[in-house]
């Protein structure tokens, strides 16, 4: 079984400052991983995948992850917030299965603060 | 394209009504998803589809029914509300990888 655990539930921050969102995932074999974020009263939006090759990846918004093996970590990072990525934002796995079934971790609400 | 579109956006319900939640999608995709959020939860996935005619039960399936009559769409049932079913579904649909989500319905049992 795949299991996803975010470190942080809130991570306050000022604007400007650099950003740390920790997502620590299980599994058993190869895995796909994903970052996705929520804004107030709106589904989720797609920020970044990894599915193999280059473990830095970078996404929307001016987000970066990266695929860490060996300590089983895709920690999403941004050199500098601004007030709108005020977010929750959550991690998920998948184990490659036919289905393409994904498991999310709980989140963590990134507060950017002037 | 209008992705994924859920229907409605909100509803309250009195306990033991049943309902029925309506999610579109006009990617082609072959597989979609009914998940629920909950405070503190994360996304918790109810039932999904591999294909047209086909369900499968996710990791909280019971009170909930699905049916994939078409493969553009994909109805998620309450037969008997229960307080416990208050919570905001999403649905997806994908294609391989990453799933697209719908904006949410609201759900309130009283």
Sequence with gaps: AQSVTQLDSQVPVFEEAPVELRCNYSSSVSVYLFWYVQYPNQGLQLLLKYLSGSTLVKGINGFEAEFNKSQTSFHLRKPSVHISDTAEYFCAVNSGGSNYKLTFGKGTLLTVNP | ?110
């Design chain 2, 1 to 110: 394209n209008a992705g994924v579109t859920q229907t409605p956006k909100f509803r309250v319900l009195k306990t033991g009504q049943s309902m029925t939640l309506l999610c579109a999608q006009d990617m082609n995709h072959e597989y979609m998803y009914w998940y629920r959020q909950d405070p503190g939860m994360g996304l918790r996935l109810i039932h999904y589809s591999v294909g047209e005619g086909t369900t499968a039960k996710g990791e909280v399936p019971d009170g909930y029914n699905v049916s994939r009559l078409k493969k553009q769409n994909f109805l998620l049932g309450l037969e008997s509300a229960a307080p416990s079913q208050t919570s905001v579904y999403f649905c997806a649909s994908s294609r391989s990888g990453s799933q697209f989500f719908g904006p949410g319905t609201r759900l309130t049992v009283l």
